[in-house]
């Protein structure tokens, strides 16, 4: 569908009815929003879409059809799956929004600066549409329906791998907690009406990962993933963005 005409469309019955602080949604609000997104979704409308069209349109501004998520320059089906990597010109494994970061900088001129202020224009606010937000969503749904393959046989992006293990297990912040209080055992664990993933059942830890970006109803905008971490950053050493 055309972005001007999924735009109208999610306006009118989304967009409006989002106030300016998504806290001050009631559950009631927050339901009925909800209700609204999936019968949209059931229609085959996604609003996440509108973010896919406005990025795939940013790809010639920023010369991004210059950059190499792995599998050549411009080439973006399925880079995604195969993303964290290592990349020799940048000597470093990036993920996905590290080498758009880098490659803005190469490529389209920018500072680190600029690229921070681009990446985090959205963080903590609703209802908004940032230019890095819609390219991390264009990127990534070009990769839908590719099966998720990062190569660990890499001496470098296992090392990153065991890492990122670390701090998963490791516990801090002023509450003591750890991601796999919540997020792993054999177990269901619940927070009021989410079922909680966990890294130990089978397969759900790439389900939880390949959802990314997010789109959330009650803000009314897409989150990639790094401002995820950022949230949790914030959340574990108490302290608000
Ligand atoms: C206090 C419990 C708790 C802790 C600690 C916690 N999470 Fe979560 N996590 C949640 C809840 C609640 C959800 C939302 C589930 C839903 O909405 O379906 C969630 C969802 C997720 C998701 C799924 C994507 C999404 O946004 O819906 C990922 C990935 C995730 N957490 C990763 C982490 C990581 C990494 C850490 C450690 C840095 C962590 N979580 C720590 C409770 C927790």
Redesign the pocket.
Known sequence: MKKTALLALFSAACLTAVPAKAQELTPEEEAKLLQEALKMLAEGINPAEIWYETGKDLIKKYNLDKCDFGLGPGVFKGALAQLPRYFPDAKKVMDLETRLGWCLEKYAGMSREQVIKMATQCWGKTNCMGEYDAIVTYLSMESNGYKINVNLKDPRVKKMYDLGKKA?YARMGPWD???A???AGKELKR?RA????SVDRPGESGE??R?FP?YRVSWAQVFPMHS?FSS?ISF?SNRRL
Do not use: D, E, M, T
């Open positions: 998963f907690f750890n991601c209080g919540c997020h927070i989410s079922v909680l993933y939880a990962v959802k997010v995820c949790f574990f």
